[in-house]
Each structure stands twice: as structure tokens, then as C-alpha cells.
């Protein structure tokens, strides 16, 4: 999360949010060629919540990013953190139970593993985010309750109440904190025209439009890669039965 006297960002992981803060770094606290602009900024609990803000920033302009639920998996699978960490998940030895061959799973069991066991789990623990009204294949998926719990009031109440009303009347959408949601796969102008948006300079932002692309350290994407290539047409199936809310809130990725 950083928050500046102007806007708050939330970042959740894969989507994007290395480069957001890089361009804020850039923006207020500037370079010893080209000064900042100076102010509050706070860039703390990294992958905060829009229930960490503290009260006194809530009234700011919300900002923050979303990704292709197909391409947000093929991301997070080849990032490796559930390897490199897996006790911030489920634990191994829970993988190695499911999966004996853990660390080297294919694209299709990692995902299958995370709508298993990364719901309703982190660091070994339960989160409280259950939900008993909806069936396999169509309860709510690892994506869908990030989101949840990244953007709602009483995240834990809307999760547990999800069901084929909820889904069809898109009630879930009034728990939603005010958020302004930038698409990953155009970060630099919808960036760019949020913060012209919201009255900053149009000569200090003009450089977000060139900036390159920025990795988290230890992470980096073959571009030559497509989210598309590592999907059978069955799991894309149970990623867009899992995912419905993600769809229903994103048309344009429910291709």
C-alpha cells in the first residue's frame, strides 16, 4: 500500500504493482536529476488491504490495479513463490500430500492446488473465508477471494455469502470499497490519465507513458510467452467457472 497527500494504492500481488510504485517513487520523491514532489508518502504493508487504510486516508481517490485471471495464474506459477515459500501458503508438506512430485508441478495442477488448498489459508492457517453455498466446480476460486479480501467491507460476511443470487444480482458490488481499477495491460496510460484526472501537472507526468516494464526482484516474463499457451480448454473452463465474479466485474478478460 503506498499512500501520498493525493491517492492511496493498493497492490495486490501479479498485477502489476511493481510498476505503479516505481512511477509513484519516481513521481514524489523524485531523483538528484529531477526533484519530486514532495509530501506525504508512505509506502508500507506492502500488500495491504483497502481494510488497512488508516481512517484519516479513506476519504482519498482509491487506486489500484487488476489482471486477466487466466494471466495472473500463468504469472504466479512461474514467479515460484509458492516454491520459494510455501509456508506463507498451505505449507509443503501439504503440497507433497496432494501432489508427491512437488516443487515440480505442471501449470494445470498448480491451479487446481490453488483452488484446493490456498483457499481459506495463509501461513498454515485458516482465514476464515469459507463459503458453503456454492458447489464445486462453482465455488468461488483463489483469485475471487483475494479480491474479496483486498476490497470489500466485512470481506469475510461477502465472501461467506456467495451464492447464484449474490453472483447473478451482483450484490456483492455494494460492499465495494470506491475504487478506481487500472488493467494491467495498459498501465502506463490509464495511470497517466488517472493522475491527470485527479489535477497533477500534465509536464510531470508525461513520462509514464515511455516507462518500461518493471519486474519484482527475481521475477521476469519471456514475452514470447501467452497466458493462452498453457490452457487446455478444460481448465480454462474451471478458471472461468472458479473465477465468475472476476468475469462478471471484467468482461473484457472473458475471452
Not at 27 to 53: A, M, Q
Not at 83 to 90: F, I, L, Q, S
Not at 190 to 216: N, S, T, Y
Amino acid at each position: 500500500m503506498i499512500i501520498t497527500d493525493d491517492l492511496v494504492y493498493i497492490h495486490p500481488p501479479k498485477t502489476g504493482g511493481t510498476f505503479v510504485t516505481h512511477v509513484l517513487e519516481r513521481l514524489y520523491l523524485g531523483s538528484p536529476e529531477r526533484p519530486g514532489l514532495g509530501g506525504t508518502f508512505l509506502n508500507t504493508h506492502k500488500h495491504g488491504t483497502c481494510g488497512d487504510i488508516p481512517a484519516a486516508h479513506l476519504g482519498k481517490p482509491l487506486l489500484t490495479t487488476v489482471r486477466n485471471p487466466y494471466d495472473r495464474y500463468v504469472s504466479q506459477y512461474h514467479f515460484g513463490w509458492w516454491k520459494r515459500h510455501p509456508d506463507a501458503y498451505c505449507g509443503a508438506d501439504a503440497m507433497k500430500a496432494l501432489h508427491p512430485h512437488y516443487p515440480e508441478l505442471s501449470f494445470d495442477e498448480f491451479v487446481r492446488m490453488a483452488n484446493t488448498l490456498f483457499l481459506n489459508c495463509h501461513q498454515g492457517r485458516e482465514t476464515g473465508f469459507r463459503n458453503d453455498r456454492l458447489a464445486d466446480p462453482f465455488r468461488p476460486g483463489w483469485h475471487t477471494e483475494q479480491f474479496i479480501r483486498f476490497y470489500c467491507h466485512e470481506p469475510r460476511a461477502v465472501f461467506a455469502s456467495l451464492d447464484e443470487e449474490a453472483l447473478e444480482s451482483r450484490r456483492y458490488r455494494q460492499s465495494l470499497f470506491p475504487l478506481h481499477f487500472l488493467r494491467s495491460e495498459r498501465l502506463n496510460h490509464q495511470l497517466h490519465d488517472f493522475l491527470l484526472g485527479i489535477g497533477m501537472p500534465r509536464e510531470r507526468i508525461a513520462f509514464i507513458l515511455d516507462e518500461p516494464k518493471v519486474f519484482p526482484e527475481g521475477g521476469s516474463r519471456d514475452e514470447a510467452s501467452r497466458w493462452q499457451d498453457h490452457y487446455t480448454s478444460e481448465l480454462k473452463r474451471f478458471v472461468r467457472s472458479r473465477e465468475r465474479l472476476l468475469f462478471e466485474m471484467f468482461p473484457e478478460y472473458d475471452v
